[in-house]
């Protein structure tokens, strides 16, 4: 295995079937990326350890998933350069706008890319970084090209009865 250029973290396990999705379109485009839990809340040190050591790991773009209290995303693009693309979980109490919020609105200095809330997030988060690995990966921008001309082409003219 290649040393991974993407670590996709999430607060909980039970935040796994929202962000795979992510996980989904890095493996189809053959990007190595790790996966972790580190919670904001319930793993601070292990968030402080895992932005500390990002950039001497070779991480190039962290994927941050969280609900609720989503605090993740941002402490973590505090702790480290490493651009952070924020995905809001989808919460049960207030359907993902407390994690949309929670993550958005981060202060001067210390900015998240936000996804939309939920697995859409998600696959557009891997397919964010795919795009800013792409910047100096020619043989991925060949497969990010490709990848969305499937999806345009497999878009059908014409609606038809469900
Ligand atoms: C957040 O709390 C996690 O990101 C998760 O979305 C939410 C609930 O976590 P669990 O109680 O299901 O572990 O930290």
Not at 12 to 21: E, F, L, V, Y
Not at 42 to 63: E, K, N, Q, S
Not at 74 to 91: D, E, L, W
Not at 98 to 113: E, K, N
């Amino acid at each position: 295995m290649s040393t991974p250029t993407v670590g996709l973290i999430m607060g909980s396990q039970s935040d796994w079937a929202t962000m795979k999705p992510a996980a989904d379109i890095m493996d189809e485009l053959g990007i190595a990326f790790e996966t972790r839990i580190v919670s904001a809340h319930r793993t601070p040190d292990r968030l402080w350890d895992y932005g500390r050591t990002a950039v001497d790991r070779g991480l190039r773009v962290i994927i941050a998933g969280a609900g609720g209290a989503a605090h993740l995303p941002g402490m973590m693009a505090s702790k480290t350069r490493v651009p952070v693309i924020g995905v809001p979980v989808q919460t049960r109490a207030l359907s993902g706008v407390d994690s949309l919020y929670s993550i958005l609105q981060m202060p001067r200095g210390y900015p998240v890319a936000t996804m939309a809330i939920g697995a859409a997030g998600a696959a557009n988060a891997g397919l964010m970084a795919a795009a800013i690995l792409a910047l100096h990966d020619t043989g991925l921008a060949g497969r990010l090209d490709a990848w969305r001309a499937a999806l345009s082409a497999s878009i059908p003219q014409e609606p038809v009865d469900d």
